[in-house]
Every structure is written in structure tokens, then in C-alpha cells.
């Protein structure tokens, strides 16, 4: 059974940081594209960043130069460091798997809320 398990959100003050986790079990991950995705009350699923299984990133015009993706295969874990939040990047953040978009998998989300 395919599982993603995302950690590490939770309540921030604008400006401040959290570091996003998602652990893969039941496949091989390193050749998947791992993705972190997110949604905010009223709105549509929105992709912020992925990395490809050979490293390339791609990230939303709205979190370059303060969100980074990056994953470590041998443990099965991407990450999502995010840096100088703004209470617009509130949200549920979600971990996808995607390969060739044949197997698609998704976590079941964490609760990032950026207030002071």
C-alpha cells in the first residue's frame, strides 16, 4: 500500500519559516516527481513546487526566491523549506507522487495558518 505522510505545519507569524516533510513508503519514490500542493478555504488546489526524480525544480511565480523544494531518495522524504511566510501562503499542504502521471498519489495534508 502506497502511503505519503506530510509534517512539520502548523502556526506561523508573517515572516517567519516551516519546513514541510513528506515521507514515502510502498513504491519507489526516486523515480517519481514529488510535488507539494496547497489549498486555501474558497479556492482551487494550487500547485507550488515540484522536483523531477533527477533533481529539476519547478515553483509558483507567487513562493520563488522564498519557498525550496528538495528530496532525499534514500529516505524516501521530500521537503518543502518555506521562508519569509505571508499570511497568504494559509493553507492545507498536500505531497504528490506523480509518475508519468500513470500513479498518482497524494498525502492527506498539513495545515499551515500564517497569522499574527
Known amino acids: 500500500q502506497v502511503q505519503l505522510v506530510e509534517s512539520g505545519g502548523g502556526l506561523v507569524q508573517p515572516g517567519g519559516s516551516l519546513r514541510l516533510s513528506c515521507a514515502g513508503s510502498?513504491?519507489?519514490?526516486?523515480?517519481?516527481?514529488m510535488g507539494w500542493y496547497r489549498q486555501a478555504p474558497g479556492k482551487q488546489r494550487e500547485l507550488v513546487a515540484t522536483?523531477?526524480?533527477?533533481?529539476?525544480?519547478k515553483s509558483a511565480d507567487s513562493v520563488k526566491g522564498r519557498f525550496t523544494i528538495s528530496r532525499d531518495n534514500a529516505k524516501n522524504t521530500v521537503y518543502l523549506q518555506m521562508n519569509n511566510l505571508k499570511p497568504e501562503d494559509t493553507a492545507v499542504y498536500y505531497c504528490?507522487?506523480?509518475?508519468?502521471?500513470?500513479?498518482?498519489?497524494w498525502g492527506q495534508g498539513t495545515q499551515v495558518t500564517v497569522s499574527s
Open positions: 522536483i523531477a526524480s533527477g533533481g529539476g525544480t
Open positions: 504528490n507522487a506523480d509518475y508519468k502521471t500513470r500513479n498518482v498519489y
Open positions: 510502498g513504491t519507489i519514490f526516486s523515480i517519481y516527481t
